[in-house]
């Protein structure tokens, strides 16, 4: 039987001690970081190059608040993303925690994505990015995303900005939403050292399900929020309860209790919105996403609750995970 190290114990550098006997003797693996400022697609390319939804995505800066790791594997190798908060000059102890969380995930990884939107220009955070990744020792790859966004006249004013920003490795543009990433998929293969596989060759993914339904729960509620929102909401799983099925074919029915956290009181309502059609949507959206993971039903008890400043109070931050 082939050993494979914990999901706890999986880190960047960390590798499975044993090598199935199947595999070839030039098997490749290795650690790639997606980096870039908020909101420049980094989550919805990661979904696209491991082909499952593992890590949620909204138009609102700061989506990302943990190292979501997505595996690709592939008969001579993997390679094990690791989809990073955006790096920004932060305002709240929550935004510094965020930015360390990302700063720790560049030193011991093998290649470094960093990604460039091609329907924006070169901006004051990606300089800062740049600078931060100056002191790398991995190969760094400019990946200029959303492609599909620009025509061809674009897409050339963006590759020439992004050779001129930093000397990277390559420039590769791609477009996540058509699917249009195989080339960069190939560039970060030939880029892993040598190495057994990290994961389990049938593993896509190390997130649970009890932080992937509190990843629903807070992508619904950001479908909805309005601009002062977005920041100060945090989610997390309560407890999970399995209520036994009719039957022993029947795997019964999941309940979630689920506690969505605000700042402050006045925005309790926001979330629950008129007549709680709010909070209503929040569920139904959360439910349909955590149905279609665990492939069984499952019932959303949501809450919304008031924690005061959670986003600069260091003890609040850390029973909310952060």
């Known amino acids: 039987m082939i050993e494979f190290p914990s999901d706890e114990a999986l880190t960047a550098g960390e590798a499975a001690p044993i090598i199935p006997n199947d595999l070839p003797d030039d098997y490749r693996a290795g650690f790639v970081a997606i980096v870039g400022r908020p909101n420049v697609g980094k989550s919805t390319l990661t979904n696209a190059l491991v082909g499952r939804k593992i890590a949620i995505t909204s138009m609102r800066p700061e989506t990302t608040r943990h190292n979501a790791r997505g595996v690709i594997t592939r008969p001579g190798g993997q390679v094990v993303l690791v989809d990073t908060p955006g790096l920004h000059r932060p305002r709240t102890l929550l935004g510094k925690r965020l930015n360390d969380m990302a700063r720790e995930t560049l030193v011991d990884v093998d290649a470094v994505i960093f990604c460039l939107p091609a329907d924006q220009k070169i901006g004051p955070g990606d300089r800062y990015i740049a600078r931060e990744l100056s002191g790398v020792s991995a190969p760094v790859f400019a990946v200029v995303t959303k492609a599909d966004l620009v025509g061809p006249e674009r897409m050339a004013e963006a590759l020439i900005e992004a050779s001129q920003l930093a000397d990277f490795a390559e420039i590769i543009p791609v477009s996540a939403r058509l699917d249009d990433t195989n080339d960069l998929v190939d560039v970060l293969f030939a880029a892993m050292p040598p190495s057994p596989p990290l994961f389990p060759l049938d593993q896509i993914s190390d997130q649970s ?30 407890e999970m309860i399995e209520e036994p099925g009719a039957s022993a074919d029947d795997p019964g029915r999941l309940r979630v209790i689920v506690n969505i956290f605000v700042e402050r009181d006045s925005q309790k309502g926001i979330v629950i919105g008129k007549g709680g059609r709010g909070i209503a949507q929040i569920r139904q ?17 949501v809450h919304v609750r008031t924690a005061k400043n959670w986003q600069r109070d260091p003890k609040l931050l850390g029973k909310l995970g952060f």
């Not at 992937?212 to 309005?226: D, F, K, N, P, T």
């Open 285 to 301: 959206r959360a439910q349909r996403a955590a149905r279609h993971l665990l492939g069984r039903p499952v019932t959303l008890d």
């Open 209 to 238: 399900d009890e932080t992937m339904i509190a990843e629903y729960v807070r992508e619904a509620a950001l479908h909805g929020a309005r601009e002062e929102l977005p920041h100060s909401i945090a989610v997390t799983v309560e």
